[in-house]
């Protein structure tokens, strides 16, 4: 059996469990240890208990990656957005011949469903289809039970496609925003090379920070964007009266367009070597007053 399949089933059987229990017993499996809700420390303690206890129903609309392109461009500005080019419901709906030649098909309510066409001459329409079809069946909280996915309509966004002048992959900027202030970021890279995705952590003043976080950082010299301080000025907008909040760029041909926001990274499952920046990071959250 696939293990993406195995793992949804055994998802599916647990589903009765109340979240507080799911997540307690799931983190002692995948951190190897307690985890602990009374008095959360690190990060990743932090993480879950924000699953649990910060639940504003913003969050639904700020995670459909459909929804949340409305409400950043009311806030920072259309121009920082990357255009739609459909919203479909299936994936037969498609429109394929009024698409460009290059586009993205991304899936509204999850992590992963996600289809790259560069070059509509070699377009393997049933690969899209079998990505984005089983995607659209799967809700994404039942994995993580990350509650602002729960309630996400499942549907289809094409994107325009975002080509840069050297013909490199797009190079994703996440910042990382503690009650409303970008105090580190990391750098995806090298994500299609043989050694694979590299993951680089900078402070706010773009010093590399020595340590890992389940992926291994890169051993080449990563450049600050050109527009690194509007990167952090227009996050710092998006994160207000915000616990915890990621916020992703990238910089094409000078010009700066928005991602995604993600309040998890990682579900909060991801180790962190040296142990103690887990700690460090933890410290930098404030958490509400539950309610």
């Given at each position: ?35 602990n ?13 924000l ?77 899209a ?15 993580g ?11 289809i ?107 998890f ?9 040296p ?5 460090k ?11």
């Amino acid at each position: 059996m696939n293990f993406k399949i195995l793992i949804r089933k055994l998802e599916s059987i647990l589903r009765f469990l109340p979240d507080e229990t799911y997540l307690k017993l799931k983190y002692r499996y995948k951190m190897k240890r307690k985890l602990n809700l009374d008095n959360p420390q690190t990060f990743n303690e932090k993480i879950q208990w924000l699953k649990i206890h910060d639940r504003k129903n913003i969050y639904t609309k700020l995670v459909d990656k459909y929804e949340v392109k409305k409400i950043v461009g009311e806030i920072i500005g259309e121009e920082y957005i990357i255009p739609t080019l459909g919203v479909w419901n299936r994936f037969d709906d498609i429109e394929f011949d009024k698409l460009p030649d290059t586009f993205v098909l991304k899936c509204t309510h999850d992590s992963g469903g996600l289809y790259i066409c560069n070059d509509s001459t070699k377009f393997d329409i049933e690969q899209a289809r079998e990505i984005i079809t089983s995607s659209l069946k799967h809700n994404f909280y039942w994995s993580g039970r990350e509650w602002p996915y729960k309630n996400v309509k499942p549907r289809i966004i094409a994107e325009e496609y975002l080509e840069t002048d050297d013909l490199k992959c797009l190079v994703d900027y996440k910042l990382m925003c503690f009650n409303g202030k970008v105090k580190c970021i990391f750098v995806c890279s090298e994500r299609y090379s043989s050694s694979g995705l590299k993951v680089t952590f900078f402070s706010r003043d773009w010093i590399k920070l020595p340590f890992e976080r389940y992926y291994p950082m890169s051993q080449l010299e990563i450049e600050k964007p050109k527009n690194y301080n509007k990167m952090i000025e227009l996050a710092e907008k998006l994160a207000k009266e915000i616990s915890f909040v990621r916020i992703d760029f990238y910089e094409v041909l000078g010009e700066i367009y928005f991602g995604e926001m993600t309040f998890f990274p990682g579900s909060g499952w991801e180790k962190f070597k040296p142990n103690k920046w887990d700690y460090k990071l933890g410290s930098w959250i404030k958490l509400p007053e539950r309610g």
